[in-house]
């Protein structure tokens, strides 16, 4: 079969964790084939370097982790174009292992449901990140804008974002090294007051999405917390460079996941300009970059 796995953006800002984004462009593609003997094996065909050893790789974990569970006596290849950098922030690991949570289940036609497809999924962060955080994965199997309103149990509600929301993501070239690192450099306790402010942002930016008001979305699109801390830690660079640029232009800016991608949400029409003027600033800054224009998009699909 062949795949189409969306990047997705998480956080949006104050929703760490909880908000999830699958966005149109870009996409990694795979091929997933069963094979006779009980292995896992991966071939990258094109793109961005990722681990091919499956315990190493998101997906070929996912893979064995579910061959273990349900006692599947075959196997699977998969064959990957790999267009989703790693370490972008935009959910690179995590297209790999939705992918293969949705390939695993129709190849072997396990009948799992979509919540239990991303709890296999997250699993494969745990390679990656270190902790099984489902929002990537979530908004790579649903599509569209999700949140996740528990842990454990696990609980999603996937909403239909509004058909203005344009989205414009820069990846200026740097690394910012794991993602496991990014979530060290995070306080275990913040005081109430950002916590108010958080609340008061992720509630107005859910109500934006379930009401179709691109406006609400742009004004909850900021966090007191997490990005702060990852600016701070020089993960996010020209982070109130850019976030004031987003202001003049009246765009939402978060960063993407743990960055150093940067997601802004703005009118479709208006896209272009946006894209333009961030790329300008990033380059006047010395950074290379790329760009995506696109939109929200659908999750892990067939083609
Ligand atoms: N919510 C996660 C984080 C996303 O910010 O660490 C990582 O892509």
Not at 65 to 80: A, L, P, Q, S, T
Not at 269 to 289: M, N, V
């Amino acid at each position: 079969m062949r795949l189409r796995a969306p990047a997705t953006s998480a956080n949006l800002g104050p929703g760490f964790d909880v908000f999830g984004m699958a966005l149109k462009e870009p996409y990694d593609l795979l091929e997933a084939e069963k094979l006779p003997e009980k292995v896992v094996q991966l071939e990258l065909v094109e793109g961005y370097p990722i681990p091919l050893k499956p315990e190493e790789n998101t997906g070929g974990y996912v893979a064995l982790e579910m061959m273990n569970d349900f006692d599947i006596r075959g196997g699977v290849k998969f064959r990957i174009w790999k267009n989703i950098k790693p370490g972008s922030g935009l959910g690179s690991s995590a297209a790999t292992a939705a992918a293969a949570a949705y390939a695993m289940n129709k190849l072997y036609d396990l009948g799992l449901s979509t919540q239990k497809l991303v709890e296999y999924a997250a699993r494969g962060e745990l390679v990656s990140a270190g902790a099984a955080h489902v929002d990537n994965v979530a908004s790579a199997i649903y599509g569209g804008f999700i949140i996740i309103s528990s842990r454990n149990p696990l609980r999603i509600y996937s909403v239909t974002p509004p058909s203005d929301l344009g989205v414009v993501v820069v990846l200026p070239d740097v690394e910012k090294g794991s993602t496991r690192r990014a979530r060290e450099v995070l306080p275990s306790s913040i005081p109430l007051q950002k916590l108010v402010h958080n609340v008061g942002a992720a509630s107005v930016l859910a109500a934006g999405m379930a009401l179709g008001d691109l406006e609400m979305i742009k004004e909850g699109m900021r966090d007191a917390v997490v990005e702060p801390a990852r600016s701070g830690a020089g993960i996010i660079p020209e982070y109130e460079g850019v976030r004031e640029l987003g202001r003049r232009f009246g765009a939402g800016i978060a960063v993407s996941g743990a960055g150093p991608a940067v997601i802004a949400v703005i009118e479709r029409e208006r896209r272009g300009k946006l894209a333009t003027a961030l790329k300008d600033f990033y380059q006047s800054r010395g950074y290379e970059c790329l760009v995506y224009v696109t939109e929200p998009g659908p999750g892990v699909s067939e083609f």
